[in-house]
């Protein structure tokens, strides 16, 4: 069938891809992703399980802030929509997708996490007129491909979506007390255009985009809150202009160049408090690749962002000192700051693969990027290589990588005057070893262990007389895990893997502090899923998940551990704003929430006609209600608490015609 590549890259060099390569109807029918290609990273190895409606990629114990994605070489901001139910990108315009969990190549700069960098696939050129229309209780979504009229060796494609989610969760948000001004909506779209100017070159015109928007009305505040009422509203959205060009120049000799105008906007309020950020940036990246022998190819490039920001903020400043710690959020003075810039963070990069024998290969990199906020040049020497001990059927692999990673400061940390202009990049050092294994010609197995350590990490501290916090590079952490993959490779029936990751994240917030489990940790995160064609156009499929519960900081003991103080006190009474402050039973993410699981089926069905397809799906997510906990929530004085759960069963039917 038609191949849809999912690349895990890890601690290889992105120019030797391993590739765990998913047909299509594998990606199609995973249960528990709405049939969303890039919601099926959450199932790999190395993923963490963001918590219901975030829409996040946690990757190896790193922040989300931490993961870069890329569509066709140019970062944008977000890969979700609204709740993580959709990705901005269809599943039918995806060539492959490329994840770096760690110890990725040189290519890749700013970021100390992991990279997903999503490939657009070229416009069929069968010279027909080809489309689809799709509907489900979430969104829908039509295509339209084909060539060009009048124009030689040209084809287009064209897209959209729009989700009515606002349909079904407004009356839901009404019920619970929130007023709805406007339901929640997103939007994506996609053009692309497509030439080959040359026999060896091809050149690539596209334009993409999302936009996600939510307003309530809250008429009674939480009582932990007392001034946190009027509307909350949430609205994000990007464009991207890009030109992407490709040319073999010689048998020896390529050349890869990508340049992209865009412009991401944020704003985010809450009655009197917002946020507003606009950025306009231009992107681009060159690479030339030479063969200089039989073993040896050289790749050099340069990556440039730059652009204009503009930032709008009020929001609560710190306590004053005197004021007790824990007061509500709503009730502290207000601080105002209007802010915009420019910046420019240039990069050059190398690296030279390596291959002394068929069975051996060494990429050794170089990156050198600068940043004009910090005025801050950063060097970053990476290594990767794998060597096959045992070549042929079964194939073992051992493998391995280490490399320097700088990730620079975010706008708000280092734009004055909330921001300290002195503040330096994050770096990690990434270490990775692992094996591969060849089973039976369908199964294979793997095993990788990591481990990074992070330095320099930016923290707020309170200084004394001022309400504003003052930003420095005083945290340091560690990461360390191991990920296993047992995946059955697609035949005619079947198609499965079972993933398992075991990790431990920590930071240490300053010098002096004790070193503290995050709050995206999670020590155990095993997926187990597999589809099975079962003829007649019927197909079934099902995913389980088990993972360690998130960590909270608790304000109240839970009643049912044994060390529960049923009589202590949790919160005082503060008359100036007429609440409860609550006081922390322990220290930040000091309690797990209980383990989650879930288990997630789908049933498709699908009809061929002579011209034209009909197939319709029913994916269920939480079969069996399992009330899975998200949070503690507390009452006004903090006497009692209750589990916050997610999502309960939630099905999901869909319709899709094509031609």
């Known amino acids: 069938?038609?191949?849809?590549?999912?690349?895990?890259?890890?601690?290889?060099?992105?120019?030797?891809?391993?590739?765990?390569?998913?047909?299509?109807?594998?990606?199609?029918?995973?249960?528990?992703?709405n049939g969303d290609a890039l919601r099926s990273l959450q199932n790999l190895p190395g993923v963490a399980r963001p918590p219901t409606l975030a829409g996040l990629l946690i990757v190896r114990g790193s922040g989300p802030q931490d993961t870069q994605t890329f569509v066709d070489g140019t970062q944008v901001p977000l890969i979700y929509h609204f709740g993580g139910l959709s990705s901005v990108v269809p599943t039918e315009m995806l060539e492959k997708i490329d994840f770096y969990p760690g110890n990725f190549s040189a290519k890749y700069g700013r970021v100390q996490g992991g990279i997903v960098d999503v490939a657009l696939r070229s416009p069929k050129e069968d010279g027909e007129l080809h489309g689809l229309a799709q509907m489900d209780l979430i969104d829908a979504r039509v295509l339209l491909e084909g060539p060009v009229p009048f124009l030689k060796n040209t084809r287009f494609m064209v897209a959209g979506r729009r989700s009515y989610i606002g349909e079904s969760f407004g009356p839901v948000l009404e019920a619970a007390g929130a007023g709805v001004t406007q339901a929640p909506v997103y939007y994506d779209y996609q053009a692309l255009l497509e030439t080959e100017p040359t026999p060896s070159s091809r050149l690539r015109l596209t334009f993409f985009g999302s936009d996600d928007a939510l307003e309530l009305l809250l008429s009674d505040p939480a009582p932990n809150e007392p001034a946190l009422s009027g509307n909350v509203g949430l609205h994000t959205a990007f464009q991207r202009l890009q030109l992407r060009y490709d040319h073999e120049l010689t048998d020896r000799d390529r050349l890869d160049a990508v340049l992209a105008i865009a412009r991401d906007d944020a704003d985010f309020g809450v009655g009197p408090i917002y946020f507003q950020l606009d950025l306009k940036t231009l992107s681009g990246r060159l690479e030339v690749a030479r063969r200089l022998s039989k073993g040896a190819v050289l790749n050099a490039g340069v990556d440039v962002f730059a652009g204009?920001?503009?930032?709008?903020?009020?929001?609560?400043?710190?306590?004053?000192?005197?004021?007790?710690?824990?007061?509500?959020?709503?009730?502290?003075?207000?601080?105002?700051?209007?802010?915009?810039?420019?910046?420019?963070?240039?990069?050059?990069?190398?690296?030279?693969?390596?291959?002394?024998?068929?069975?051996a290969k060494i990429v050794p990199g170089l990156r050198v990027d600068y940043q004009d906020l910090n005025e801050q040049l950063t060097v970053s020497p990476r290594v990767n290589g794998r060597v096959d001990v045992v070549q042929g059927f079964p194939r073992t692999t051992v493998k391995g990588g280490v490399g320097v990673f700088h990730q620079p400061p975010q706008f708000q940390e280092v734009i004055p005057p909330l921001g300290n202009p002195g503040l330096k990049s994050t770096r990690a050092l990434h270490y990775a070893a692992g094996v591969e294994q060849e089973?039976?010609?369908?199964?294979?197995?793997?095993?990788?262990?990591?481990?990074?350590?992070?330095?320099?990490?930016?923290?707020?501290?309170?200084?004394?007389?001022?309400?504003?916090?003052?930003?420095?590079?005083?945290?340091?952490g560690r990461v360390i895990g191991g990920e296993f993959l047992l995946k059955y490779k697609p035949d005619d029936r079947f198609f499965g893997w079972a993933a398992y990751t075991l990790s431990r994240s920590t930071r240490v917030p300053g010098l002096g502090e004790p070193e503290r489990l995050v709050s995206f940790d999670q020590t155990h995160i095993l997926t187990v899923l597999g589809s099975y064609r079962l003829g007649d156009g019927w197909e079934f499929g099902a995913r389980f998940r088990l993972v360690s519960g998130n960590l909270v900081t608790p304000n109240v003991c839970n009643v049912n551990a044994q060390s529960c103080d049923a009589y202590r006190t949790n919160a005082l009474f503060y008359a100036p704003t007429g609440t409860y402050t609550p006081i922390p039973f322990s220290g930040p993410s000091s309690e797990r929430l209980p383990p989650f699981h879930q288990l997630d089926l789908r049933l498709d069905k699908s009809w061929k006609f002579k011209r034209w397809q009909l197939s319709a799906y029913l994916d269920v997510q939480n079969v069996y209600n399992n009330a899975n906990s998200e949070a503690i929530q507390y009452n006004y004085n903090y006497t009692a608490r209750q589990y916050v759960t997610g999502l309960p069963i939630l099905p999901s039917f869909g319709l899709r015609g094509e031609f």
């Open 1 to 33: 069938g038609e191949g849809l590549e999912v690349t895990v890259r890890g601690d290889r060099p992105p120019r030797e891809v391993t590739k765990r390569t998913l047909e299509q109807r594998e990606i199609n029918r995973i249960p528990g992703t």
């Open 439 to 476: 089973i039976t010609r369908h199964i294979e197995a793997s095993a990788e262990g990591f481990y990074k350590q992070l330095d320099a990490l930016v923290v707020g501290v309170n200084r004394p007389g001022s309400i504003q916090l003052d930003y420095q590079n005083a945290g340091s």
């Open 308 to 359: 204009l920001y503009a930032v709008n903020l009020r929001a609560p400043a710190p306590n004053r000192p005197g004021e007790p710690p824990n007061q509500p959020f709503s009730t502290r003075s207000l601080q105002e700051v209007s802010r915009d810039g420019s910046f420019f963070y240039p990069a050059g990069y190398v690296e030279l693969e390596l291959a002394p024998s068929p069975q």
